[in-house]
Each structure stands twice: as C-alpha cells, then as structure tokens.
C-alpha cells in the first residue's frame, strides 16, 4: 500500500504544484477534507460554512521521499502561524493542518510542530491543526493541476510562482528529475 499524506495550507493549487515537483511524490490531488458537509464543492467551501479545508492528499514512496522530509517542505511554502489565511486567502477553508493517517504520522508532526515553536523560526507558534484523517473529497477536474494548466494566470504568477522559486533553493536536491 502506497503510504499516503494530507496537508492543508492555504490555496491547495499551491501545495499541489510544489509537491508535484518533488523526487519520490507519486501523485497528488487537490480536494477537501476536516468538514462536515458531505461530497462539497469549490464553491461551497470558498463560502466557509462547510468546515473543510482546502487541501491535498499526496501519494509517496518513502524509499526517496520520507513523511519528515514532506512536513519539512510543507512547513517551508506556508506560514502555519497565521491562523485560518494564508496571504490575501482569508477563511477557515485555508487553514494549515496536518491530517495525520496513523499514530506515527500524528507523533512525528506533533514532534515537529514542536521543534518549530522551540527553534525561533518564527516570531509567532504555529498554530498548525493536528487532526485524524478524515474523508477527502477530490476537487473538480478544473484544480488539478491548476498552476501547470495555468502558469501565467494573475494568481499563479503571484502567490504560487514564488512558492515554487522558494522549493527549487530550497530543496533543489528533492527535486523530481
């Protein structure tokens, strides 16, 4: 079984083109998740009143790529001490969470959650959920693979294009060949 991580941290199209673009990431789907409407649409959780995120689930092999190693490239493209925004995206749908799929994910994030508050890193804790996985909803053809469909759209060149500059000096070594 191919293990599998969820994260949510603003805009899903810029998690999912950064995560794309890593070494070892076998697939990766923009959808929802944490709320309580069944089978939402984008417009529905843009509203907020759904209680779902905007997030991904990302499918890895950790013989190249292991869950420490996502939390850390997660962390980086996202400010997890902003509670419920991101930039100008403003609402509980772009909150930053981690939802774990078993005990060793949850205790690895909750260790680096911590290592973050304890490094200084930032001027604020994180303030990043920790919760159980729960059902994900693919979003609609039209978010996957957004940033790749759309690269020079206003929004794209805005928020996501500096993301993935900031992946590539980053990371450059976890680059997908």
Not at 39 to 65: K, L, N, Q
Not at 83 to 93: F, I, P, S
Not at 126 to 133: F, G, I, K, M, R
């Amino acid at each position: 079984m191919t293990p599998v991580a969820t994260f949510a941290g603003g805009c899903f199209w810029c998690l999912e083109a950064a995560f794309r673009r890593l070494a070892g990431v076998r697939r990766v789907v923009s959808g929802y998740t944490g709320g309580h409407l069944p089978d939402p649409d984008y417009r529905a959780v843009c509203g907020g009143d759904t209680g779902h995120a905007e997030a991904v689930r990302i499918e890895y092999d950790p013989a190249t790529i292991d869950y420490p190693t996502l939390l850390e490239v997660f962390f980086a493209l996202h400010d997890p001490t902003t509670l419920n925004r991101q930039g100008h995206d403003v609402g509980t749908q772009y909150r930053s969470a981690i939802y774990f799929h078993d005990d060793a994910q949850r205790d690895t994030a909750r260790a680096a959650i911590a290592a973050l508050d304890a490094s200084g890193r930032f001027a604020d804790p994180v303030v990043t959920e920790l919760a159980p996985a729960s059902t994900f909803y693919p979003a609609e053809d039209e978010h996957q693979g957004y940033f790749d469909a759309h690269p020079y759209a206003p929004y794209c060149q805005a928020v996501i294009t500096p993301k993935l500059r900031k992946l590539l000096g980053d990371f450059p070594d976890r680059l997908a060949k």
